[in-house]
Each structure stands twice: as structure tokens, then as C-alpha cells.
């Protein structure tokens, strides 16, 4: 019996660092999580060092050789995906470090990806959208995110930008945010806008949610008029992409029946059916644990690839 491959996948989150060892198959075999300790005097040595240890740690504890590890982390990865060429504010010293020589593996390739899009390889790998070879993937919380598969492979496009879904216009006049577009689909159902598109009477998504549930008219205005955006803004993605399925990951997903049901016939209204094709909607099967089981997934896809 062939022995399965194996890989290493590490998310480095701005709270936690989180490491995975997990086979081709996505069984996962062991985890580790550790502070990332983002402050104070020599934070980023700190992180770095955490890394270093966990990949060294989990590779000694397979039963077998590491075919590769994957780093997830926040900003835009470089052309060879082996460092964060972008991520100015956060992180200090994540900017430009070279992993594959940090942590001194020898032939084992190491790859970094966006976390966004590594949420899109965990679930292209061993989840949702395994067997698929053209993708939409939607995280949605604080913001929105995103990732996109085209031919079975993750499109990052020039200066590894692309999957910025949520950063698509809905509104040509509507609030300005960090990208410079007007009324983007983040601004439309994002929980960091919630206070505002709610004129202040909701702080929270789970705040607004519980409100609906009990009735509240108000919430229930504000709640549905936000999942009408993102149901338009899944369509517009359906139109340029032309995606098998689309995935919705991140924590408003946690609302279930009360995000899939109204989203479905919100879709139903807007999604052009050439010949009567419609394009499924799924929930991501991975949480917590997704950008560290995506880098993984990414290192897996980028085998024998320069």
C-alpha cells in the first residue's frame, strides 16, 4: 500500500498561530496553536521563531518525510510565493522575509499564500469545493474576502491582488472604503458597517441576527436588504468568473438557515441561467483551521512548480 503524502500548513493570524500536519487525503493528524504575540519588544523575532519551532516540531513527529509546508498569512504574497510582498501596518518584519530560507529545510519546498485565498485552497483541496476546477470563494466577517480557482488552479493575477471579491461596487454613490471603490459588497454586509447601514442600532452581526429572530422589524429590513447585496454581488462574480459552485466561508455563516434560504431566493431573482445552468451555493466545511489546512493545500497544488 502506497504511503500517503504529507504536508505541514501553518496560519499565521494576528491573535494566533495555528500548524497543522495533514495528508493528501486532508486527514489531519496533528495540530498545534500558540500565541502570535504581536507586540512589545522583539514581537517579530517572536513569531518567527514560533513558526520555525512548530514546522520543525510537526515534521518530527510524522511517521514519514514532509513532501512540502505552506504558510498562510495576511498582505500579498510575492511571484514565488515565498514571501509577503505587501502588508504594511501589521505584522512588523513580515514584509519581504524569505520563509524557505528562515526555516532551513533543504529540499522541502515552502510556499506562502494570502490567507483569503488560502480559506479557497483548504476547501479546493479536501473540502467543499474538492473535484472543482473553477471556484468563487466568499469569507464573510468583519470584512469580506475571498479567493478564485480557474482551471483548477488558485488565480492570483498581477502583484497576487486577485480575489479581492468584496471589494466589487454595488453602489456607484455609495461610502468610500479602504480600496477606493464606492458601495462595495464589504460595505453592503461586512460586520465592521453594520452600525452604520443599522443608523447605530446594531453593533454586531450575531446582535442584528437575534433581533430578526425575534421579530424585529427593523432587523429584519436591515438583515435581508444585506444579504439582497450579497446575493447581486454573487451574481455579478457568477458573470465574470462562471464558477462551478461558490463557496461562503467566515462567521455569518453560523446564521445557516437565516443566510442560505433568503440568499437562494435572492439569487433566483438576479442570476442569469444561460440554458437553465444554475451555480450552487455551498458552506465551507472548514473554520478555525482553514488557513492553516489551505496552506497546505496550496504547498499541495504547487507541486513540482518553480
Not at 453602489?171 to 477606493?180: F, L, R
Not at 445557516?256 to 445552468?277: C, H, M, R, S, V
Request: proline share 4%; charged share 20%.
Amino acid at each position: 500500500m502506497m504511503e500517503k503524502q504529507k504536508y505541514i500548513g501553518i496560519d499565521l493570524g494576528g491573535t494566533n498561530i495555528k500548524g497543522v500536519l495533514i495528508d493528501s487525503d486532508g486527514n489531519i493528524s496533528e495540530r498545534m496553536e500558540q500565541p502570535t504575540k504581536d507586540s512589545g519588544e522583539g514581537a517579530g523575532e517572536q513569531w518567527k521563531n514560533t513558526i520555525h519551532e512548530m514546522v520543525h516540531s510537526l515534521r518530527k513527529s510524522s511517521q514519514s518525510s514532509i513532501t512540502a509546508v505552506g504558510i498562510s498569512a495576511p498582505g500579498m504574497a510575492d511571484e514565488k510565493n515565498e514571501s509577503i510582498a505587501c502588508m504594511p501596518g501589521r505584522l512588523q518584519g513580515l514584509e519581504h522575509f524569505n520563509w524557505p530560507n528562515f526555516l532551513e529545510l533543504d529540499d522541502i519546498p515552502v510556499r506562502v499564500v494570502n490567507d483569503a485565498q488560502a480559506a479557497l485552497m483548504a476547501e479546493s483541496a479536501f473540502g467543499a469545493a474538492k473535484g472543482y476546477k473553477h471556484v468563487v470563494l466568499l469569507t464573510l466577517g468583519t470584512g469580506v474576502g475571498g479567493g478564485i480557482l480557474i482551471d483548477g488552479k488558485l488565480y492570483q493575477g498581477h502583484f497576487q491582488r486577485a480575489g479581492h471579491v468584496g471589494h466589487i461596487s454595488l453602489d456607484a454613490v455609495g461610502t468610500i472604503g479602504i480600496t477606493n471603490i464606492p458601495g462595495s459588497l464589504e460595505e453592503s454586509i461586512g460586520n465592521a458597517s453594520l452600525p452604520r447601514r443599522s443608523d447605530g442600532r446594531f453593533q454586531s452581526t450575531d446582535e442584528l441576527l437575534k433581533a430578526y429572530e425575534n421579530g424585529d422589524h427593523h432587523a429584519a429590513y436591515v438583515w435581508l436588504t444585506s444579504v439582497r447585496n450579497l446575493a447581486i454581488g454573487i451574481c455579478a462574480l457568477i458573470n465574470a468568473f462562471a464558477p462551478e459552485v461558490v463557496i461562503i466561508g467566515g462567521g455569518i455563516t453560523h446564521a445557516g438557515d437565516n443566510l442560505f434560504t433568503p440568499l437562494e431566493q435572492f439569487k433566483a431573482i438576479y442570476e442569469w441561467q444561460p440554458g437553465g445552468i444554475v451555480t450552487p451555493i455551498k458552506k465551507a466545511i472548514f473554520s478555525d483551521l482553514a488557513g492553516a489546512i489551505g496552506a497546505a493545500g496550496f504547498a499541495y497544488s504547487m507541486q513540482g512548480k518553480t
